[in-house]
């Protein structure tokens, strides 16, 4: 898997190129990328999407760091829900499938964390 440049990434004006850039943190400040404008006339999508980039390290960054909790915390789940009785897990006049249904649901969202992760990382989505 590839690495990208390390965080933060910031938004800033090009004056060389009269773009507005997302770059690294390093002193020779690698662009990431440009659009085209300034930071006094970019609006709308386009400033978003240059705010969306700067983000993205912090959000790989929250994501690699909470996989390894999220996946133990459903570990320890599943194997409560193994061990109880589903009548007596459920509180009254619920469906006792619904907690498996959650847990079901929590372990798609893991995977998707993981699939983004990996997606990031230059490897298989």
Known sequence: ??????????????????????????????????????????????????????????????????EPEIGGRLSWLSALLAHLDKDGWARQGEDPDANYHCLWECRQLLDELRAAVAKAKGGAA
């Open 1 to 66: 898997m590839i690495e990208p440049y390390p965080g933060p990434w910031h938004v800033y004006d090009c004056p060389d190129t009269g773009r507005v850039c997302v770059h690294d943190s390093r002193p020779e400040r690698f662009v990431v990328c440009d659009i085209p404008g300034d930071m006094e006339t970019i609006e709308g999508e386009e400033f978003a999407n240059a705010m969306l980039i700067a983000a993205a390290p912090d959000f790989l960054a929250a994501c690699e760091g909470h």
